[in-house]
């Protein structure tokens, strides 16, 4: 088993930043990917950015790229989301989640593990 907490979020005004954290415990080998994803209310829960273990490969969702940044600290097993030019419509709940072998990075359903959430909510 792998536990997540997530920490950061908050309430921002659009064209801020925030960032985001999220440390594993547990089996922490089981993390191949480590990603965010967020729901808006009334919304499905979407895939945002995620980060494989091994060589640091990034992926992210068109609406985030180039604005939010992934990385994580394989020491601390922690994964990292800079989130920059924030608009209102990023306003979501985040999810940290954790991918133990690696299947298709953007699904929910091939993450098994999840932390809690954390607002993060963008004034217009």
């Known amino acids: 088993q792998v536990q997540l907490v997530e920490s950061g979020g908050g309430l921002v005004q659009a064209g801020g930043s925030l960032g985001l954290s999220c440390a594993a415990s547990?089996?922490?080998?089981?993390?191949?990917?480590m990603g965010w994803f967020r729901q808006a209310p009334g919304k499905a829960r979407e895939f945002v950015a995620t980060i494989r273990r091994n060589d640091g490969s990034t992926y992210y969702a068109l609406s985030v790229k180039g604005r939010f940044t992934i990385s994580r600290d394989n020491a601390k097993n922690t994964v990292y989301l800079q989130m920059n030019s924030l608009k209102p419509e990023d306003t979501a709940v985040y999810y940290c989640?954790?991918?133990?072998?690696?299947?298709?990075?953007?699904?929910?359903?091939?993450?098994?593990?999840w932390g809690q959430g954390t607002q993060v909510t963008v004034s217009s």
């Open positions: 989640a954790a991918d133990p072998i690696g299947r298709y990075y953007s699904q929910s359903n091939d993450y098994d593990y």
């Open positions: 547990g089996r922490t080998s089981e993390t191949y990917y």
